[in-house]
């Protein structure tokens, strides 16, 4: 028996494409952690367009293109037909054309003992997410942790959840592990760069140990490359119903 999906895809407008460009490279940002959290840039569709790209941080061209159309998930040639049209000044001009080939996500209103329930909504919505992602979700309750489910799928609640309501969630807080593959690809150029011509002097032996012990930090970088983080959080988040309370303030609701 098949049952309707929770979340509804219907025309996206100007506003939500502006919202998700600011709170994609919100997030972004802060789950790389190459910048202090700063004063937040106000921007409105009729700001100039350069206003956009100061409060995302995006200061090239080619940053631009790839950077948001990963953020708003526009395909090549959509991204294309967006911005090939006339010269665009304000954000308005870039965010319409861009709304007329997006979707945005409206979550389902449910019923629940004859009364409807935002919160509750949100929860199936967000449940539906992670399944339709392949997560097994047989176990997910409103009073289970985020904790795990976080750090293995940190992607789908950066992106298609996050995307329910934009701009709510708290900014990301992301711990690497030790080995964290930046460090030891680090760890292996700088062994190459400041031990490697030792070695030359000391014959075919350690030679040999030099590229040996250089090819095991690098074997352990791309082993680690795709490793979970140690510890994922937003603020003060800690289950999926404070998660659920949380998107249903601004979730957009069809009955």
């Known amino acids: 028996m098949e049952f309707a999906s929770p979340v509804i895809e219907v025309p996206a ?128 309750a409103p009073s289970t942790a985020l904790s795990k489910m976080t750090r293995q799928h940190l992607s789908l609640f950066l992106g298609p959840i996050a995307k329910l309501a934009p701009g709510v969630l708290p900014a990301v807080q992301v711990k690497r592990p030790v080995w964290d593959t930046n460090w030891i690809g680090t760890a292996a150029i700088l062994f190459y760069l400041l031990l490697g011509p030792l070695s030359v002097g000391y014959g075919t032996a350690a030679y040999l140990l030099f590229m040996f012990v250089f090819a095991c930090l690098l074997i352990t970088a791309y082993g680690t490359k795709e490793r979970d983080p140690a510890r994922v959080q937003f603020g003060n988040l800690r289950t999926f119903r404070d998660l659920s309370e949380l998107i249903a303030q601004r979730a957009a609701f069809q009955a």
């Open 13 to 140: 407008t100007p506003e939500y494409v502006l919202e998700v460009l600011l709170d994609q490279s919100r997030q972004y940002w802060s789950k790389i952690s190459l910048f202090s959290e700063e004063e937040e840039i106000p921007v409105t569709l009729d700001s100039p367009l350069e206003t956009l790209w100061d409060a995302c941080s995006l200061y090239d061209s080619l940053v631009v293109s790839i950077d948001t159309k990963a953020w708003l998930g526009l395909s090549e040639s959509d991204w294309i037909q967006a911005v090939s049209g006339p010269q665009m000044h304000t954000v308005r001009d870039f965010c319409e054309p861009i709304a007329a080939r997006m979707t945005m996500p409206v979550i389902s209103l449910e019923t629940f003992i004859g009364r409807t329930c935002r919160p509750a909504s949100a929860f199936l919505a967000i449940r539906s997410l992670l399944q339709e992602a392949g997560v097994d979700v047989a176990e997910v």
